[in-house]
């Protein structure tokens, strides 16, 4: 009763107030209008956007500028009487950034003269303070095999995603999972996994109990744009440590589009294609609501005129290139027809209402929706997949957003968003206590209550014949989110924004490692007689050798407010941000307080409310037209993960602690950008980051009971680099970008887990920072583009080469991964050797072909063109030679060699990343 209270009174204070930030979605035009003939500045000169509601009128020094504006490619007109209209096609404004646009108006007596010219997007960005790579449209859509929105971080320079998720041995044979298979640790910077923001629409989208984790898979046909921000981020962005994705999604127009789209891998001999049963297609239409828009003033009737529309939605099956071979299911897809089910299986759907009540009031509705189900590949469990645990995930997510232009220069945004997510493990469904049976013992003449077969490998292969998969999780997590802010350009030099924010949590979180093998002890108690013991929270609570259960209601909140001031030789962002977190009733409940005082011999001294500030500064000196210094400064706090906050002290093994603290991050960044004669740029940046509080469970014992691990704030670490990068624009056919990266991130620990890790493997606890996981001291990248517009020809060799289309070659290279070698040694600095460098190419073809108002395109995607064999650290890798396991390795320290069947167990396909791959693709449109 009391948590349905909290919820009704979080919708109410979410009806009453206004909240937080809404972060940038959109950019800013700005510029002069001068007489071309005298350079004199015009006042009164009307410029806008032609069939968009946004425009402006120069002051006597003719400046002139547009807020407000999404991003895109536009085109705008500067118009005067007595002038020629010029016309500049081909603007493009980015988010959170300014486009300047300069006219130059000739002197006319012939009304309604045109003059058009083409804009060029400038190399250098005059206002940007900080690191940040803006992807549009049609550069996402030129990333080799880029089907989701998160594809465009391997064009990202110091971006890591991990490949390998935490699986902790806790001795005995036994592992136990930290974190869900499908979430990926994404490291930027020398930052640890977890600590991104990541955004749809401006609205937070980060797993609610993981933390800085992407919960949502957008199809690229579904996006706009995409800014990732991996220096100094302003006072708008909160609860991330290393850097911000933001996607902003497209809306329907005035015409009707669509497009369709599909994919397969499965054409070419095995020799050239390592295929993976892979099937991909997608699909999104837009234009003006059919309802309202066409149906009814057919009728007669006009209601809710002026509402576009935009539907997307897409599948991918695929088997992997490491197929487990599970027996697959087969399911009813739309009551219609059987389709059978894949290693790997996603859906997607997104549908976009857009209401234009005036040319100043936009009402929004967004509904997204993922399906996703999965087995996972087992090298040891090869023999028995059908014996193996298999996963579900279900997220929907919810917004509504009003949007209200009040003048030329202010406006402001209200959201309110839902997002829901689901995440279930086990071994066809089945809950622990579906494991055991009572069975009649002949021997002891007595009734024994038994559960499932433990993994054993009969014959001393090296792999199991038999055993049962009987781990289980369920979770259902519900996030409440509303935002308000407001922009304003108080001036010709200051855009202000600021807002504040209050989002409400539903955690449930249910984690019973192998209870289909074990009793907990209230189990035995239950079942077998044994001395009485308090029962455990949660389902089922006499299984399970490991229990990590929580049922919290955190709310958290935040204001901020920044200032951007724009000069011609100078441009400041500085802002501060105020975040706070209340930790729940769940916690602060005396039963549990008593229970974890008791586990860990410490005092809960818990605060009901915490806050904390967080400056930031970003300068831009843009010395001349072609070269610009920045500068970026600030403090970037975020709270640990909702696990290790909450995580229950029932289990005697882990214990959340709820009255941890901010991890905090200092990050500082210097740049350099400098255009090179008219079609290239060098951006040369260097930054830093001291990191403090992180998160590691460290061993506490209390005066009575078992030792326990305790998360607490006593990690920290470094990251150094420096950054280079060469761009050129589009010309002559051609783009491009060249980055370098040299790196170092060292710190106390890789993971919260570590100092237990080590403990079971009896290796000695740090004793100084090392080599983080994730170090990789050299990364090169290299993005290059031939696009072939369709009313052009390319040339070779005298052969003419039809138009319309591309081909983009992404290339990359970097240091191997740092591992811990083996010794004999009694101490070894951890992560002190470097693994087998890394190297990859893929590349996309595209081609398209015109038909009347129908388009018809061709894709080749090729990834790892070279098949290269790239090692990968997490299997199969020998700490004593830094190479994958080969026959004829040495079982060292011992003086004798592996056998055929060791090194058979030992050499996990997994040692090796994806191998190449082709994809053939083919979609329609109009």
Not at 156 to 184: C, F, W
Not at 717 to 736: D, P
Request: aromatic share 14%; hydrophobic share 35%.
């Amino acid at each position: 009763m009391k948590e349905s209270r909290n919820i009704l009174w979080s919708i109410l204070i979410l009806c009453l107030m206004v909240f937080y930030a809404h972060a940038g979605t959109t950019g800013k035009i700005a510029g002069i209008v001068i007489d071309k003939e005298t350079g004199e500045p015009l006042a009164g000169v009307n410029v806008f956007i032609p069939g968009m509601n946004l425009g402006a009128s120069t002051n006597i020094n003719g400046e002139y500028y547009i807020i407000q504006v999404p991003p895109g490619i536009y085109t705008i007109k500067a118009s005067m009487i007595g002038y020629a209209t010029e016309v500049k096609k081909n603007v493009e404004v980015r988010v959170d950034l300014t486009t300047k646009v300069v006219f130059k108006l000739t002197k006319t007596i012939l009304e309604g003269e045109e003059i058009v010219t083409i804009a060029e997007r400038p190399l250098i960005q005059r206002d940007l303070t900080s690191s940040k790579r803006s992807s549009s449209k049609a550069e996402i859509e030129n990333i080799p095999a880029a089907e989701n929105a998160m594809d465009v971080l391997s064009v990202i320079p110091g971006a890591i995603v991990a490949t390998v998720n935490p699986v902790l041995n806790v001795g005995g044979g036994h592992t136990l999972k930290a974190q869900d298979e499908n979430i990926k640790n994404i490291h930027i910077r020398g930052g640890g996994g977890g600590e991104v923001l990541f955004q749809v629409d401006g609205m937070p989208v980060n797993h609610p109990i993981f933390g800085g984790h992407s919960v949502l898979n957008i199809d690229i046909k579904s996006v706009e744009e995409i800014e990732v921000l991996t220096g100094g981020f302003s006072a708008e962005y909160g609860e991330a440590q290393s850097g911000v994705i933001n996607v902003i999604t497209r809306e329907g127009g005035e015409h009707y589009q669509a497009d369709f789209t599909l994919k397969h891998d499965d054409f070419l001999p095995v020799t050239l294609n390592n295929s993976e049963g892979y099937e991909y297609g997608s699909f999104y239409l837009e234009g003006p609501e059919p309802l309202t828009s066409k149906w009814l003033p057919e009728l007669g009737l006009k209601f809710l005129s002026n509402t576009y529309l935009f539907v997307s939605g897409s599948f991918k099956r695929t088997n992997t290139q490491f197929n487990n071979h599970r027996t697959r299911q087969v399911k009813r897809l739309l009551g219609f027809f059987n389709v059978k089910d894949k290693q790997y299986n996603e859906y997607t759907f997104n549908i976009k209402i857009s209401h234009h009540f005036s040319p100043t009031k936009r009402l929004i509705l967004n509904y997204q929706r993922n399906d996703s189900w999965w087995s996972n590949f087992d090298w040891g469990g090869k023999n028995i997949p059908d014996s193996l645990g298999d996963a579900k995930s279900t997220n929907n997510y919810f917004v509504l957003s009003f949007k209200n232009t009040i003048s030329r220069s202010t406006f402001f945004n209200v959201h309110v968003s839902y997002l829901q997510v689901r995440y279930h493990y086990s071994l066809y469904g089945k809950t622990p206590d579906a494991f055991w049976r009572w069975v009649y013992n002949d021997k002891t003449k007595n009734w024994v209550y038994r559960g499932a077969n433990f993994f054993e490998d009969l014959n001393h292969d090296g792999f199991v014949e038999i055993g049962q998969d009987t781990d289980y999780r369920n979770d259902l997590s519900k996030v409440l989110t509303t935002k308000f802010d407001i922009t304003s350009q108080i001036n010709r030099s200051n855009l202000v924004k600021m807002g504040i924010e209050y989002q409400y949590k539903d955690l449930l979180y249910t984690n019973i490692q192998q209870g289909g093998w074990y009793l907990t002890p209230y189990g035995q108690y239950v079942f077998n007689g044994a001395d009485y013991v308090p029962q455990p929270p949660g389902p089922f609570p006499e299984y399970g050798l490991f229990r990590w259960y929580f049922k919290a209601f955190p709310s958290q909140g935040a204001w901020y407010i920044q200032d951007k001031l724009e000069n011609s030789g100078l441009i400041i962002n500085a802002g501060l941000r105020y975040d706070w977190i209340m930790p729940g009733s769940s916690v602060e409940k005396e039963s549990f307080r008593e229970r974890w005082e008791r586990v860990t011999g410490l005092k809960l001294n818990l605060r009901k409310f915490k806050g904390y500030f967080s400056p930031r500064l970003g300068i831009s000196f843009p010395v001349s037209v072609k070269t610009v210094m920045y500068f970026s400064y600030g403090h970037f706090q975020q709270m640990p993960s909702s696990d290790n906050l909450y995580r229950d002290p029932y289990s005697n093994t882990f214990c959340g602690n709820p009255d941890l603290d901010p991890q905090k991050t200092v990050a500082y960044e210097f740049g350099f950008a400098q255009q090179i004669g008219s079609d290239f740029a060098i951006d040369i940046k260097g930054y830093s980051k001291d990191i403090s509080n992180t998160v590691v469970n460290g061993l506490v014992q209390p005066e009575k009971g078992r030792p326990i691990w305790l998360a607490q704030n006593m990690g920290y670490g470094r990251a150094r680099g420096v950054e280079i990068n060469l761009k050129k624009r589009y010309s002559g056919f051609t783009s491009g970008i060249l980055t370098y990266t040299l790196q170092w991130a060292n710190g106390y620990t890789s993971s919260p887990f570590e100092l237990y890790q080590r403990s079971q493997t009896n290796l000695p606890l740090p004793i100084r920072e090392h080599r983080l996981d994730w170090d990789k001291r050299h990364q090169l990248l290299l993005q290059f583009t031939i696009d072939i517009p369709k009313d052009k020809a390319l040339r070779v060799f005298g052969l003419k080469i039809p138009g319309n289309w591309s081909l983009t070659i992404n290339s990359s290279a970097s240091s191997g991964n740092p591992y811990t070698p083996g010794s004999t040694e009694i101490y070894v600095p951890p992560n002190s050797k470097t693994a087998p460098f890394i190297a990859n190419t893929d590349l996309r073809f595209k081609k398209k072909w015109n038909i009347g108002k129908m388009h018809v395109g061709l894709t080749l995607d090729i990834t790892n063109v070279f098949d290269r064999n790239n090692v990968n650290t997490g299997w199969g890798f020998n700490p004593w030679t830094g190479k994958p396991y080969v026959y004829g390795d040495v079982n060292n320290p011992f003086p004798y060699y592996y056998t055929w069947m060791e090194i058979l167990r030992l050499r996990d396909p997994r040692m090796f990343m994806p191998g190449r791959r082709i994809v053939l693709g083919l979609n329609f449109g109009f």
